[in-house]
T-cell receptor, first 112, second 114 residues
């Protein structure tokens, strides 16, 4: 069983809709939780970063971490065609900086 | 502002051949790493380095070799290519000491082993 599970999609939504993405994990030692966005044939880029449990908001993006359920989420409000990409969750333990465990990634398609 | 530069972008090898994927960063980052990305598997860590002269193994190190002689460069060597090494390879770098979760990735090197 993988340490981090993520539904690969694809997830297709109309422009303006809310996109909801999530990951589950099994390692209770994970402390740092991230969402990366990857456009086709490009490298991933950091979108959101959260330490431990709680919510974080940045513009149209909200990241949530529920450590008791080992579950993290990313919400994209007012989705745009430019949000079409693969979204990867990633996480790491407190003393394992840089050694990230990634989910498989969810492909999101926002149609005009 | 180059960031992380990977070469080559595409490569086709025959089984048993060796090659080196190059990675260079101009951000003076101490930490560098190599990941491979396969469909349905996400990114998996191959090797990483926390500074010049220091390297360590990640999750899937077999068949790969690395060295770090300078802060800027972190090449990945395939010793004897196998079809199972067909993948997209990403080099990443970051600062150490401040954990913001931000790895800076290159654009990837797409390798096919026949």
């Amino acid at each position: 069983q993988k340490e981090v599970e993520q539904d690969p999609g694809p997830l297709s939504v109309p422009e303006g809709a809310i996109v909801s993405l999530n990951c589950t994990y099994s390692n209770s030692a994970f402390q740092y939780f991230m969402w990366y966005r990857q456009y086709s044939r490009k490298g991933p880029e950091l979108l959101m970063y959260t330490y431990s449990s709680g919510n974080k908001e940045d513009g149209r993006f909200t990241a949530q971490v529920d450590k008791s359920s080992k579950y993290i989420s990313l919400f994209i409000r007012d989705s745009q065609p430019s949000d079409s990409a693969t979204y990867l969750c990633a996480m790491s333990e407190a003393d394992s900086w840089g050694k990230l465990q990634f989910g498989a990634g969810t492909q999101v398609v926002v149609t005009p | 502002n180059a960031g992380v530069t990977q070469t080559p972008k595409f490569q086709v090898l025959k089984t048993g051949q060796s090659m080196t994927l190059q990675c260079a960063q101009d951000m003076n980052h101490e930490y560098m790493s190599w990941y491979r990305q396969d469909p349905g598997m996400g990114l998996r860590l191959i090797h990483y380095s926390v500074g010049a002269g220091i390297t360590d193994q990640g999750e899937v190190p077999n068949g790969y070799n690395v060295s770090r002689s300078t802060t800027e460069d972190f090449p990945l060597r395939l010793l004897s290519a196998a079809p199972s090494q067909t993948s997209v390879y990403f080099c990443a770098s970051s600062r150490t000491g401040v954990n913001t979760g931000e790895l800076f990735f290159g654009e990837g090197s797409r390798l096919t082993v026949l």
